[in-house]
């Protein structure tokens, strides 16, 4: 089995200051990593992904991740935050080889960007 | 060009009636998904389908069924809606099944009983 925590439901931060999003992983496989952005009223879009190469995972839009095993953590960072990208953040883990569990989703980080 | 596809983008229907929600992908993908957001945003997957396969989560009501006429489209069929039904269920395909590779995803339909 698989699982994801956000230990996040809400972050809030200054436009030009960095953003983390904490995401914990339990997976009895070898994982591969997701965030997926959600805008208001939209689809789900793929920032980056981790599927066992580099540690250190650069996405779209700036955001970067790192995966640490020995943590079990891929939190999400940001240099500096943007207004848009207020929107809904979620982990994700898939099971290498695929199969059942299909993704599986934390449930969201709402990030908000104070002017 | 849409990657994956979803119509329609609203329903609203009244309770016990039966719909569909149909999705196409033109990405060539091995895989589709069907996943259903609830009201505090969290995703869950419904169905996976690859190759003919089909895996069910087994938390999903059997008024629940998907229908697939070829690779590219996976539709969801809902018989006797009821109100706990309301959610936005998403659609989405891969590359293949093994969970290398991202999933894509359609805007959604935002399923609504009444």
């Known amino acids: 089995a698989q699982s994801v925590t956000q230990l996040d439901s809400h972050v809030s931060v200054s436009e030009g200051t960095p953003v983390l999003l904490r995401c914990n992983y339990s997976s009895s496989y070898s994982p591969s990593l997701f965030w997926y952005v959600q805008h208001p009223n939209k689809g789900l879009q793929l920032l980056l992904k981790y599927t066992s190469a580099a540690t250190l995972v650069k996405g779209i839009n700036g955001f970067e991740a790192e995966f640490k095993k020995s943590e079990t953590s891929f939190h999400l960072t940001k240099p500096s935050a943007h207004m848009s990208d207020a929107a809904e953040y979620f982990c994700?883990?898939?099971?290498?080889?695929?199969?059942?569990?299909?993704?599986?989703f934390g449930k969201g980080t709402h990030l908000i960007i104070q002017p | 060009d849409t990657a994956v596809s979803q119509t329609p983008k609203y329903l609203v229907t009244q309770m016990g009636n039966d719909k569909s929600i149909k999705c196409e992908q033109n990405?060539?993908?091995?895989?589709m998904y069907w996943y259903k957001q609830d009201s505090k945003k969290f995703l869950k997957i419904m169905f996976s389908y690859n190759n003919k396969e089909l895996i069910i989560n087994e938390t999903v009501p059997n008024r629940f069924s998907p229908k697939s006429p070829d690779k590219a489209h996976l539709n969801l069929h809902i018989n006797s809606l009821e109100l706990g039904d309301s959610a936005v269920y998403f659609c989405?395909?891969?590359?293949?099944?093994?969970?290398?590779?991202?999933?894509?995803f359609g805007q959604g339909t935002r399923l609504t009983v009444v």
């Open positions: 989405a395909s891969s590359q293949d099944w093994g969970g290398l590779t991202e999933a894509f």
């Open positions: 994700v883990v898939s099971k290498s080889g695929g199969g059942a569990d299909g993704l599986t």
């Open positions: 990405l060539g993908h091995d895989t």
